[in-house]
């Protein structure tokens, strides 16, 4: 019923045209796998260099067209919400059934992911022997699994969408009793985000490459927990209001999209840093600069909203 | 990011190859002026739904026995007062008679003048010199459509309705209404409630429903529950509910619409395809001297993308113009049939201007990966050709 919905219809044909781009993609790889010799100057190596080629060109645009589509995903789950009883924000629908969450995670996985094989591609395109064309089209198998388990979870999830039952909405989802890394509270939490930063921004000063993403890994994890219960609720001036999707409404200037932008740049660059040094031994000071740079906005924007509640009411949540 | 030289050069291929790309925008500004046109008649149909959402009680209770709706007691309203956040419940009286001689349903709404929380357009109708008309027990209040189409049959401001006992009762037209929504409106008659009661065959002490208003939406759905628990015979709707239900229905709508629309899409990709494939020799030719003079695949690709986005932005726009007046301004002949339905009394509305940002990045979200799904190999195909053997 649900896939009836323009939105998700759209999803769900894109999905349709990247399966098909990924599954070429993988037949190629298999080939490349077997075959790959670059010393060889016969006909094969000649044609399958250009197919390499021509799988790159399909994985950047899978990963083009995934960026504006997970948008279209939030946006179109915000949309549900209106249509399912009980819930006000996307955290309704995306828990209407078991596997919205997992769907959620998978798509943000899937785009991390793909940008990094895109990261690797650039490294062996940049060598003069593609000393990485075979790692790269090792990945490939990955990433037709992720995806395909993607897909898998996104048409399990539109099919089971029942608009007659209720679900619940994000006060009731985001409460300390639902997870453990809800319960430690606002004040705790931000100042483990905080901590998390100071350590992020004395590793990048220093130069500690592999413990700089580590903290980058977590201040992933860190941020999110510090936005839903600290920062957010100075987003929306209510302390009971916790909620990461309320955030990428209308009636908060949609500022949610521009805190997980900043927190997807921040986090890719460092994740894509690390496998630069990883991949090719050598760092990157360029993508590690970017990092830095999108995760102090991030650091920012979200010190901003609390502050300036506090300047203008002389009093915290 | 964009290379303006090599945009500046995939321009000057499109200007020169124009015969290729004629035929492809063409479909493709059909293609895209046929969504957008039906994005646009569900945006205005549902902003048109929504202004009688408006107006609308926030509860409707009804009685519902064995499956089968029944008339509501008029006390009950008196028993749904009493329940704390219920600032106002009346009974309502209204049904659907049938007019057999142009096949149609006309709906009779009995009007209590005195009542408070009259919908809006029934409100201005009475404001606007139709309360003698109401409390005359044979005036009626025609909605303007239906009361050119009665002259138009009978040459007089007079219609009778026979009751279900099979005796007629004569009504004069006292006054027309023009409503703001068309939808809903043309197939209206507003009358006094005791003789819509009458032509209805509603008993003194019964109505069609009661309406109940809640000040604070919050307090809604705790207060639908409880008139669950007083009166378990009733079915409860509420505002949220019928909104729900009519976001529905416009999606399903145009997402059937879609599903056939696939089937276009598709035949789209695979002409624009087959297209792209198609190089020519002196396109050959161009490519071997490119990459003779230094040009990398990735860069001859970049051409061919630039070329299949300046084709794809042409015409989404054309197609967004062509559309927006079509809908807007024409009121979408034909294509409008669709979502409304056929009726002799079909209402004349017209299509509210409403541009949605949202719908129009959706639109190109429908076409736009299709579109360039089907320029990535072909494209490819002739980056890679071999330039020794093209020159030659």
Same mark, same amino acid.
């Given at each position: 019923m649900s896939f009836l919905i323009p939105e998700v219809y759209i999803l769900f044909l894109s999905d349709i045209i990247l399966l098909v781009f990924i599954s070429i993609s993988l037949f190629i790889s298999a080939g490349i796998i077997r075959n790959w010799d670059f010393a060889s100057s016969a006909d094969r190596q000649y044609r399958l260099e250009k197919r390499s080629a021509l799988v790159s060109v399909l994985i950047k645009y899978s990963l083009a067209l995934k960026i504006p589509l997970f948008i279209l995903f939030i946006y179109a789950e915000d949309k549900l919400a209106d249509v399912l009883p009980g819930a006000m924000c996307a955290a309704g629908s995306v828990n209407a059934t078991p596997y919205g969450k997992l769907l959620l995670y998978m798509k943000i996985f899937n785009i991390y992911f793909f940008s990094v094989w895109l990261v690797i591609n650039r490294l062996d395109m940049k060598t003069e022997d593609l000393r990485y064309t075979r790692l790269k089209h090792m990945l490939i198998p990955f990433v037709f699994v992720c995806f395909a388990a993607e897909l898998t979870l996104f048409v399990l999830n539109f099919a089971g969408i029942d608009p007659a039952v209720p679900v619940s909405c994000c006060t009731a989802l985001f409460t &300390?009793? &639902?997870s453990v890394f809800l319960s430690i509270g606002g004040r705790n939490s931000f100042i483990i985000f905080s901590i998390n930063y100071v350590l992020l921004s004395l590793f990048f000063i220093f130069r500690r490459h592999t413990l700089y993403f580590i903290t980058n890994f977590i201040y992933f994890f860190t941020s999110i927990i510090s936005l839903i219960l600290f920062t957010g609720t100075y987003v929306y001036e209510l302390p009971t209001h916790l909620c990461p999707f309320c955030l990428l409404q209308g009636g908060y200037w949609y500022v949610g999209y521009l805190f997980y932008t900043l927190l997807f740049l921040g986090t890719f660059f460092g994740v894509s840093a690390f496998i630069t040094k990883l991949v090719s031994g050598k760092s990157s000071e360029y993508i590690q600069r970017q990092s830095f740079i999108f995760n102090s906005l991030y650091f920012i924007l979200s010190v901003y909203y609390p502050l300036s509640y506090f300047l203008s009411h002389r009093t915290w949540l | 990011m964009i290379n303006l030289k090599l945009l500046e050069f995939a321009l000057g291929s499109i200007s020169a190859r124009k015969g290729k790309y004629i035929f492809i925008s063409l479909i493709l500004t059909l293609i895209i002026f046929l969504s957008a046109s039906v994005f646009y008649i569900t945006g205005a149909l549902r902003l048109e739904a929504s202004y009688t959402l408006d107006s609308m009680p926030d509860i409707i209770v009804q009685k519902q026995t064995a499956g089968q709706r029944q008339f509501i007691r008029r006390d009950t309203a008196d028993r749904l007062l009493e329940i704390p956040g219920v600032s106002y419940a009346v009974p309502r009286i209204w049904g659907t008679y049938r007019y057999e001689y142009l096949n149609s349903n006309i709906t009779i709404v009995g009007v209590d003048?005195?009542?408070?929380?009259?919908p809006k357009d029934i409100e201005t109708a009475v404001k606007g010199g139709g309360m003698e008309t109401l409390l005359k027990p044979d005036g009626m209040i025609t909605g303007a459509k239906l009361a050119d189409t009665l002259r138009h049959i009978y040459n007089h401001d007079e219609f009778s309705f026979q009751k279900p006992d099979g005796g007629y009762i004569s009504m004069k037209t006292g006054a027309v209404f023009r409503p703001e929504s068309g939808l809903i409106s043309s197939s209206v008659i507003l009358m006094n409630q005791d003789t819509a009661a009458e032509i209805l065959g509603i008993?003194?002490?019964?109505?069609?429903d009661i309406a109940v208003f809640v000040?604070?939406?919050?307090?809604t759905d705790t207060i639908a529950e409880k008139i669950a628990a007083m009166a378990p015979d009733t079915v409860i709707i509420t505002k949220e509910k019928i909104k729900a239900m009519y976001q529905n229905m416009f999606d399903y709508k145009s997402g059937i619409f879609l599903l056939i629309f696939s089937v276009c899409l598709f035949t789209f990709f695979i002409i624009a395809a087959d297209r792209f494939t198609g190089i020519g020799r002196e396109e050959r030719k161009e490519i071997a001297v490119l990459k003779a003079l230094g040009y990398t695949v990735s860069d001859i690709l970049k051409i061919k993308f630039y070329e299949a986005a300046a084709v794809a932005v042409f015409a989404f726009l054309l197609g967004i113009f062509l559309a927006l007046p079509y809908v807007?301004?024409?009121?979408a002949p034909l294509l409008k049939n669709v979502f409304t339905g056929y009726s002799y009394l079909r209402p004349e509305f017209v299509l509210p201007f409403s541009f949605s940002v949202s719908d129009t990045v959706i639109i190109f979200l429908s076409v736009a990966p299709v579109y360039t799904a089907s320029v990535i190999i072909p494209a490819w195909k002739s980056a890679v050709t071999d330039a020794g053997e093209s020159i030659r």
């Open positions: &300390s009793e &639902s | 003048v005195f009542a408070g929380h009259l008993d003194e002490n019964r109505a069609t000040p604070n939406p919050e307090e807007f301004v024409f009121h």
